[in-house]
């Protein structure tokens, strides 16, 4: 499957990528910011979500494009990050007109990691906002760094540190798709306990670790293996095309794209996990039939399957005692 130049959502022409990473907080903030409005929709199919506008996304819904995602570690507090990111497109200009004023539109998603050993005691006021604020200035196109980085900071797994990850494909007809997910599922991204990935079929190269598929998959690598009583859930991320498409039609590829989690995590969408996928287009390059839709819904699956594996793969332990080990810890 051919890929872009970088494996990254940033081959997407037009988008630019940004983190703040708190290592002392054990917890970051990610932007994906459009270079002009792209239109967006999404999914929730985790049963413990939180975000911001993402009702918005909805097919239904008036507002059809977004000026940039987050992804944000902090749980609930973590919601502050968009606001931060607001006030850095608001002062350059953008935003949805209403009258005379310009209001950014920027959906939001949050994952759970109050629990994995940083120092969330901050006081009065969260530290989102500025993360947010951080990450946006941050944001710029080319390379960005993986695992534990970002939105992906504080990330865990059942079993080994989870991270962000990305990954990018592109069409037959010579459209570009990528995935960026946070990678912070209740469930495993191993087959047991490693090295193997349940997402190793759709594995390009050795982007994570070359180690393929086991022998035999046994019962014992099929049985459930979560978090437990620490409940620290959700993987949440964006799959971008630049191929022209309507917002109901990301609201499809949104569900494919849960289709790649589903196949990279055992089990995801749980009841404590608060999956959420995002899609949108630049609208770069037109769509010549529906069958571009078809494969461009395939390719989400396989490459936010992929951006999750990496994700796990780059990821390093947090420096704190008893942090979650990294699967380089035993496999690197």
Known sequence: MPQGPLNLLTDIDGLAVGHATDLT???????IVFDEPATASGTVLGGAPGGRDVTLLDPSMTVQQVDAFVLSGGSAFGLDAAGGVQSGLRAAGRGFAVGSVRVPIVPQAILMDLLNGGAKDWGLHAPYRDLGYQAFENAAKGAFPLGT??????????????????????SSSGHTIAALVAVNAMGSVMVGDGPHFWAAPFEEGEEFGGRGQPAHVTVEDRAMRIKGLRLTATTIGAVVTDCTLSKPELHRLSIAAHDGLARAVLPAHLPSDGDTMFTASTGRRARSSQADLMELCHLATLVTARAIARGVFEAVALPYADAQPAWRDKWG
């Open 25 to 31: 907080l054990g917890s970051g903030v990610t932007v």
């Open 149 to 170: 980085v970002g939105a992906g900071t504080g990330a865990t797994t059942a079993n080994f540190k989870g991270g962000l990850g990305s990954a990018s494909a592109i």
